[in-house]
């Protein structure tokens, strides 16, 4: 429960998996092993994100299976989508309120994966991971976003 047991209850066995095994790497100092497990706990949040934008705020313009799909792929296609729902109009004050409520929790989420791209998973995928004393506060990172992303996208 390295995530807190309501997390954890509510997670899919993938994400749980991987949240243990990138402990287990921490506790062995396997850092760039801990970091990789983690970021594999992000791509099935992203995956997850996706999924539920799809069913319940917006048809994306994915045509193409999600699992192979690179993250700046799918999170483009999330920014392009995102701005065109956020064109269309409002019937009452409230709809907007929400509207724009909802728009900000996705941005956040979308810029928060592309920053865990940019910051280290294409530097761990590629090999250019040098930082392996920062895996702690990377677990903590992820650990804060994948809590935050659960307040409103179901893992299961």
């Not at 994966?113 to 702690?136: G, L």
């Amino acid at each position: 429960d390295l995530f807190g047991e309501p997390f954890h209850k509510q997670a899919p066995p993938e994400i749980n998996a991987d949240i243990r095994a990138a402990g287990n790497c921490l506790a062995a100092d396997l850092n760039t092993a801990a970091v990789f497990h983690l970021m594999r706990a992000v791509e099935f949040g992203l995956r997850k994100f996706v999924e539920y934008l799809q069913s319940k705020v917006i048809a994306l313009t994915i045509t193409w299976p999600l699992e192979f799909a690179t993250w700046g792929k799918i999170l483009n296609a999330v920014d392009a989508d995102l701005k065109r729902v956020q064109l269309l109009p409002s019937s009452t004050a409230e709809e907007a309120t929400d509207k724009e409520e909802e728009k900000q929790f996705y941005s956040q989420i979308s810029a928060e994966i592309r920053a865990f791209q940019y910051a280290w998973r294409d530097p761990v995928m590629h090999a250019r991971f040098e930082e392996p004393q920062e895996a702690e506060n990377i677990f903590g990172h992820v650990k804060r976003f994948m809590i935050k992303l659960a307040t409103r996208v179901p893992l299961v």
